[in-house]
């Protein structure tokens, strides 16, 4: 299971569907089934057993990492009737634009499954059950902590129907994200914005409201090397770019025309016309959208937190101070200290001159207080 989680890991953060690792065992020396009625496996059970073949999910319209396995054990010749297939995720039981794979292992003979995750998509669970219908030997749970931490977001959002959304803010140690002036190129440096670019082009989409698109011009594309170098490179995955707001775009900005693929070769635009937050979760989950990365100024970052659906915040704070200017954040209804949502610090790093904190909502921990965004941000 080891090796398959780390199998699994090589596939693609971003897209609809998990990262998943399998490896095909040899068969047992002597099927559990064949032990009389209540005798011990004993050390035949236990001992190792020799890899026949195994694969991983590389991305949507690809081969799920079950067949990936299967299809590197026909290619090496072996014959794996009677084998185990260890499995991140519980084998998926649909056919979409690939065949299920509870047939494909009972098709070439497997005839023991253990899997760590049960898969909790509506459309595909179920595939356990089905193969132990079947006269397959399933378990499920083994290492089911470093599964779910392999699947991630995608995990949340499939879960609970709504994509798993990180709110970046990059600000300085005094909480300001623009000089009085407006002035905010840069506040973090160059490894703090190679760094976010590494987290674009891991996640599905990009959401930033109207009013950033005016003032700023963004291109929002997912860049590497020296992002504010002469010449940055595009990375291979370029998220949708969403701009949230009722305002029509001016001609002249980079994210116009909308609904188009422009020209600067980063993903494709979206426009929601809408104030409500909850609306766009909803609309870029109905297009399969499972992580989001909410890059708006202080008006949409507020309006996501006051909404309850933040999932992780990048802090990115530079050691720059200047004591007056916009705050990251902007009122959240907050009163007294004792009503302050209060998060979860996953992960502290340097980066440069800057820290990045990364810290993760608790259940509970951020109450709806409205459902638009700020009236600036139309």
């Known amino acids: 299971m080891v090796r398959a989680l780390e199998l699994g890991a090589r596939g693609p953060a971003h897209g609809p569907n998990p990262r998943v690792g399998c490896v095909l065992l040899a068969p047992r020396p002597r099927p559990l089934d064949s032990l009389p009625d209540g005798a011990a496996p004993g050390p035949v059970d236990a001992s190792p057993r020799a890899v026949l073949a195994e694969g991983f999910h590389r991305g949507a319209g690809t081969a799920h990492a079950e067949a990936a396995a299967l299809a590197d054990a026909r290619g090496r010749g072996v014959d794996v009737r009677g084998a185990t297939a260890v499995v991140t995720l519980e084998p998926c039981d649909h056919t979409g634009r690939t065949g299920p794979c509870t047939q494909a292992l009972l098709d070439a003979g497997v005839t ?8 909790p998509d509506p459309v595909a669970r179920g595939g356990g059950e089905r193969l132990r219908r079947a006269g397959v030997r399933v378990a499920a749970g083994l290492r089911e902590a470093e599964g779910e931490a392999l699947l991630g977001p995608w995990l949340v959002a499939v879960r609970r129907g709504s994509p798993y959304v990180t709110l970046k803010l990059a600000s300085t140690l005094d909480g300001r ?10 506040i973090t440096g160059p490894a703090a914005r190679e760094h976010a670019h590494r987290v674009r082009a891991q996640v599905d989409a ?9 003032a700023d011009d963004p291109s ?7 992002v504010a170098g ?11 770019r969403v701009v949230v707001g009722l305002r029509d775009l001016p001609p002249h900005v980079r994210l116009a025309p909308a609904g188009a693929w422009t020209s600067d070769g980063g993903g494709p635009v979206l426009h929601l016309r809408t104030r409500d937050v909850h609306a766009v979760l909803a609309d870029l989950a109905a297009r399969e ?3 989001v990365l909410v890059e708006g100024g202080p008006d949409l970052a507020t309006a996501f937190l006051a909404a309850g659906v933040v999932d992780e915040v990048h802090a990115y704070l530079a050691p720059v101070l200047l004591g007056a200017g916009r ?16 998060l979860v610090t996953h992960d502290v790093r340097r980066l440069g001159e800057d820290v990045l904190v990364v810290a993760r909502t608790a259940p509970g921990s951020l109450r709806p207080t409205h459902r638009t965004t700020p009236e600036q941000e139309k």
Not at 206 to 214: H, K, R
Not at 233 to 240: T, W
Not at 327 to 342: E, F, M, Q, Y
């Open 112 to 119: 023991e499954v253990v899997y760590a995750v049960a898969d």
């Open 177 to 186: 994200v623009a000089a009085p002036d407006g002035t905010s190129q840069w």
């Open 206 to 214: 990009i959401v930033v409201g109207t009013g950033t698109v005016v």
């Open 220 to 226: 929002l594309t997912a860049r590497t090397g020296d």
């Open 230 to 240: 002469p010449g940055p490179g595009l990375a291979e995955h370029q998220p949708v």
């Open 289 to 291: 959208v499972r992580h």
């Open 327 to 342: 705050g990251a954040v902007g009122d959240l209804g907050v009163t007294t200290l004792a009503d302050a949502p209060r």
